[in-house]
């Protein structure tokens, strides 16, 4: 099985800065594509921006510009700089990462508990 456990969020004015962390553990033996969702009250989970292992980015178009998300192989762990942040940012965050757990299966997507994000003045 594979866990991932993400940090970082909270309260944070308007035009401020938060850093999001996701770490997978587990059964790894390889960790491809890893990204960032978010859901705010009442509507669908939405795409924030992904990476793969070889750094291709994927961003929202709402968030260009502000959002930065990277990664450490190593230590598979996924991280999401998010600066100006703005009121409609606000949601529960979600980490995702497809894991292989050996190189013999496919990998599977796995996701995180979330960590909410409020801007709000």
């Known amino acids: 099985q594979v866990q991932l456990v993400e940090s970082g969020g909270g309260l944070v004015q308007p035009g401020g800065s938060l850093r999001l962390s996701c770490a997978a553990s587990?059964?790894?033996?390889?960790?491809?594509?890893m990204g960032w969702y978010r859901q705010a009250p009442g509507k669908e989970r939405e795409l924030v921006a992904t990476?793969?292992?070889?750094?291709?980015?994927t961003y929202a178009e709402s968030v260009k510009g502000r959002f930065n998300i990277s990664r450490d192989n190593a230590a598979n762990t996924v991280y999401l700089q998010m600066n100006s942040l703005k009121p409609e940012d606000t949601a529960v965050y979600y980490c995702?990462?497809?894991?292989?757990?050996?190189?013999?299966?496919?990998?599977?997507?796995?996701w995180g508990e979330g960590t909410p994000v409020t801007v709000s003045s």
């Open positions: 995702n990462a497809e894991v292989s757990s050996n190189p013999f299966l496919r990998a599977v997507s796995y």
């Open positions: 587990g059964r790894i033996f390889r960790s491809n594509v």
């Open positions: 990476i793969t292992r070889g750094d291709e980015l």
